[in-house]
C-alpha cells in the first residue's frame, strides 16, 4: 500500500484532528488511499511552530513526548491536488493543497519512513487495518 511520511504533530493532525489538506512542494496525481507514517525526526522548534499554528485553528495537539513517530498511525484518502498561492485552513501559501478525507486510525505499525510515496507490504497493512 501507497504511503507518505509526514513529520509530527501534522501527522496526528492528519489522522485525529481532521487536517483535511496536505502541503507539498510537489503535486500528487494518485487519488484513493494512503497510509500515514509519522516520521521519526520533529525538532521542538517544529513542534513549537506547528503547535501555535494548531491552536491557531481550535486544536490542541499532544505533548511532542506522546506523540507516535517511526510508525504508520493511519489511513487517509487523497481525493484531489491544487496549487494555491494563498493560506487556506490548513493550507499554506505556495504549495500544493493534498486534499484529505476519510481519516482512520489503525493499531500502528512501527516502519522506516522514505521521502516521497513509498509502498509499505500488503501483509503487514492487512493485519491491522482489517
Given at each position: 500500500?501507497?504511503?507518505?511520511?509526514?513529520?509530527?504533530?501534522?501527522?496526528?493532525?492528519?489522522?485525529?484532528?481532521?487536517?483535511?489538506?496536505?502541503?507539498?512542494?510537489?503535486?500528487?496525481?494518485?487519488?484513493?488511499?494512503?497510509?500515514?507514517?509519522?516520521?521519526?525526526?520533529?525538532?521542538?522548534?517544529?513542534?513549537?511552530?506547528?503547535?501555535e499554528?494548531?491552536q491557531?485553528?481550535?486544536?490542541?495537539?499532544?505533548?511532542?513526548?506522546?506523540?507516535?513517530?517511526?510508525?504508520v498511525?493511519?489511513?487517509?484518502t487523497?481525493?484531489?491536488?491544487?496549487?494555491?498561492?494563498?493560506?487556506s485552513?490548513?493550507?499554506?501559501?505556495?504549495?500544493?493543497?493534498?486534499?484529505?478525507?476519510?481519516?482512520?486510525?489503525?493499531?500502528?505499525?512501527?516502519?522506516?519512513?522514505?521521502?516521497?510515496?513509498?509502498?509499505?507490504?500488503?501483509?503487514?497493512?492487512?493485519?491491522?487495518?482489517?
Amino acid at each position: 500500500m501507497k504511503a507518505l511520511s509526514v513529520r509530527q504533530p501534522w501527522a496526528w493532525a492528519i489522522i485525529y484532528a481532521l487536517k483535511n489538506v496536505e502541503n507539498r512542494g510537489w503535486p500528487i496525481h494518485y487519488r484513493g488511499d494512503i497510509l500515514i507514517h509519522a516520521a521519526k525526526t520533529c525538532t521542538k522548534k517544529e513542534y513549537q511552530l506547528a503547535r501555535e499554528f494548531c491552536q491557531g485553528m481550535g486544536v490542541v495537539i499532544p505533548e511532542l513526548i506522546s506523540l507516535r513517530r517511526g510508525q504508520v498511525i493511519g489511513i487517509v484518502t487523497i481525493v484531489d491536488c491544487q496549487f494555491s498561492q494563498v493560506a487556506s485552513g490548513w493550507g499554506m501559501p505556495g504549495q500544493y493543497h493534498w486534499h484529505l478525507e476519510n481519516p482512520r486510525e489503525i493499531t500502528p505499525i512501527p516502519y522506516i519512513g522514505q521521502l516521497g510515496i513509498f509502498e509499505v507490504p500488503d501483509d503487514l497493512v492487512m493485519k491491522v487495518a482489517a
